[in-house]
T-cell receptor, first 114, second 113 residues
């Protein structure tokens, strides 16, 4: 079974704080993704990575950065948290493939920025 | 660009009722289509998928058929259970867009006993 774990289920931070969200997978998948989930908007891609030390911007990268130093670990960083970054953050992984690969998701981190 | 539109919820049903969730898409290429489900307190998991026109994906009593002529991938289940209460997301993956997933807004389904 693929296991994707996220460092926290719930997080409360203050405006301006630096926030780290970590994702770890145990399936040796090449691709890793960070999404945010908001009601009515579905999932929106923030950043993704096809390999160690590689990163690509998704649809809404502003205010976020990422780090992938090891294949199994993909971190999302909020440099200076703002209230509009209050959301559910989901990490996902899949194998490199031809586009019909299943993505495997972590349980999510619900972040509240005060 | 690519987009996925699905019916807004919440959809409230009684147990054993028939469920349909509509999903239509716009894509530049020839996408693969997916339904993901999110049970309360969990991440998303794949429910079913179809990779080419007229393919039918099925799993756990759910079915969806890839209809290229109507650009649709509607999800159906003939008899829902309380355990089917969840949020359902339609999504597509398109090689022309780098094989990244594009999601619909999600439909919350609540099944009452």
């Amino acid at each position: 079974d693929v296991k994707v774990t996220q460092s926290s289920r719930y997080l409360v931070k203050r405006t301006g704080e630096k926030v780290f969200l970590e994702c770890v997978q145990d399936m040796d998948h090449e691709n890793m993704f960070w999404y945010r989930q908001d009601p009515g908007l579905g999932l929106r891609l923030i950043y993704f990575s096809y390999d160690v030390k590689m990163k690509e911007k998704g649809d809404i990268p502003e205010g976020y950065s990422v780090s992938r130093e090891k294949k199994e670990r993909f971190s999302l960083i909020l440099e200076s948290a703002s209230t509009n970054q209050t959301s559910m953050y989901l990490c996902a992984t899949d194998r490199s493939g031809i586009g019909d690969e299943t993505q495997y998701f972590g349980p999510g981190t619900r972040l509240l920025v005060l | 660009g690519n987009s996925v539109t699905q019916m807004e919820g919440p959809v409230t049903l009684s147990e054993e009722a028939f469920l349909t969730i509509n999903c239509t898409y716009t894509a530049t290429g020839y996408p693969s289509l997916f339904w993901y489900v999110q049970y309360p307190g969990e991440g998303l998991q794949l429910l079913l998928k179809a990779t080419k026109a007229d393919d039918k994906g099925s799993n756990k009593g759910f079915e969806a058929t890839y209809r290229k002529e109507t650009t649709s991938f509607h999800l159906e289940k003939g008899s829902v259970q309380v355990s089917d209460s969840a949020v359902y997301f339609c999504a597509l993956s398109d090689e022309a867009a780098g094989n990244k997933l594009t999601f619909g807004g999600g439909t919350r389904v609540l099944v009452k006993p």
